[in-house]
Structure formats: C-alpha cells, structure tokens
C-alpha cells in the first residue's frame, strides 16, 4: 500500500521558515518524480516544486530563490525548506509521488503565515 506522509507544517511568523517532510513507503522512491503542491482556500492546487528520480528541480516563479526542494532516496523522503515566508504562501501543502500515469497524494500539512 502506498503512503505519502507530510509533516512540518505549522503557523510561522512573515519572514519565517519551515521545512516541509514527506515521507514516502509502498513504492520505488527513486524511481517517482516527487512534487509539492500547495491549495489555498478557494483557490485551484497549484505546483511548488518538483524534483525528478535524478535530482533535476523546477520551481513556481512565486516560490524562485525562497524554497528549496530536495530529497533523500536513501530514506525515502522529500523535503521543502521554506524561506522567507508571506502570507500567500498560507495553504495546504500535498506531496505528490508521480510516474508515467500513476500519481499518488499525501493528506496534506497545513502552512499558516498570518498578515
């Protein structure tokens, strides 16, 4: 059976950082594309970041020179390092395990930055 467990989430303060876990058992980690995506209350899940089975990564222009994405194949984990956090960057934040037609999601953690 598939999991992707996220963790990390929390309320932070503007200019404040987090990071973000997700660990991930029932699949051939290296193997998955691995991606964090955000949803916002009332708002579209939008992509934060992807990092592939080889480490290449590709951010969201919102996110550029604030978050870092990476990994651990060795653990089976995926990490998010938030910098710099804003308001807008309040949302849920879903793990995502993906290759060629299969996708799989975690629950969630929520991000709080309050205005």
Known sequence: QVQLVESGGGLVQPGGSLRLSCA?????????????????????RELVAVIAGGGGTNYADSVKGRFTISRDNAKNTMYLQMNSLKPEDTAVYYCNAAILRTSYWGQGTQVTVPS
Request: proline share 5%.
């Open 24 to 44: 991930a058992s029932g699949i051939t980690f290296s193997m998955y594309n691995m991606g964090w995506y955000r949803q916002a209350p009332g708002e579209q």
